[in-house]
């Protein structure tokens, strides 16, 4: 990847959100579909592409400084061309407006097993109701970003509801010792699953 050492060391040391990493890799074990919304740099798209065996990735990126950045990290790995991948430059929302796309209306085009992540900077409640469809569809595990204690809550309430089972990630011990940049008190994530998914 495009790397600026001043910004990106946690990345290039492999640090960088490493409280999901054994998430990723059983809940991408045997997705056949990837979402990745608020894909920034393209470090999750890349993921999904390169150590799982998804056949779709549909990735969401509005800023344009980002989407450039992406597309450089898929050259990097020489997946320019890949016709797995899908980028979208508008963000995924409850799709009521012209300017936010609504998951669901990819609902046709989602093979389960599927792995959606998010981190959408505030707007996760957007995107769940965005999902409704898919949400009670079934077959699909989530990686979602939560930006207050209000927002984790109305999230975790949407997920359960359609029977998922929501776990709450915190960030490390050793955040204390080596934090990451983020300038908000309440910042962790929720992992939704099927029941009865083995963490091994």
């Known amino acids: 990847m495009g790397l600026d050492l001043r910004h990106h060391t946690q990345l290039y040391l492999g640090l960088y959100e490493r409280e999901l990493h054994r998430w990723l890799q059983v809940l991408?074990?045997?997705a056949v579909t990837a979402i990745d919304v608020g894909?920034?740099?393209?470090?999750?798209?890349?993921?999904?592409?390169t150590r799982?065996?998804?056949r779709s990735?549909?990735?969401?990126?509005?800023?344009?400084?980002?989407r450039e950045l992406f597309r450089l990290n898929l050259g990097y790995n020489r997946l320019e061309r890949d016709e797995r991948i899908r980028l979208f430059d508008v963000p995924a929302g409850t799709g009521?407006?012209?300017?936010?796309?609504?998951?669901?209306?990819?609902?046709?085009?989602?093979?389960?097993?599927?792995?959606?992540?998010?981190d959408v900077e505030g707007n996760e409640v957007g995107v769940l109701a965005g999902a409704s469809r898919l949400?009670?569809?079934g077959g699909l595990s989530w990686i979602i970003?939560?930006?207050?204690?209000?927002?984790?809550?109305?999230?975790?309430?949407?997920?359960?509801?359609v029977g998922l089972t929501v776990e709450v990630v915190s960030p490390a011990?050793?955040?204390?010792?080596?934090?990451?940049?983020?300038?908000i008190p309440h910042n962790r994530w929720l992992i939704a699953h099927e029941k009865g998914l083995a963490l091994r």
Do not use: M, Q
């Not at 990735?57 to 980002?66: Q, S």
């Not at 936010?100 to 959606?116: E, R």
């Not at 970003?145 to 509801?161: M, N």
């Open 28 to 30: 991408g074990r045997s």
């Open 39 to 49: 894909a920034a740099d393209g470090a999750y798209s890349l993921y999904f592409l």
């Open 52 to 54: 799982t065996a998804a």
């Open 57 to 66: 990735v549909y990735a969401f990126e509005p800023d344009p400084a980002a």
């Open 96 to 118: 009521e407006t012209s300017n936010t796309i609504a998951l669901d209306s990819l609902y046709d085009s989602i093979s389960a097993p599927c792995i959606v992540k998010v």
């Open 135 to 137: 949400l009670s569809r």
């Open 145 to 161: 970003e939560t930006h207050s204690a209000e927002l984790e809550r109305h999230c975790i309430r949407t997920l359960a509801a």
């Open 173 to 183: 011990w050793w955040r204390f010792a080596l934090p990451e940049a983020r300038p």
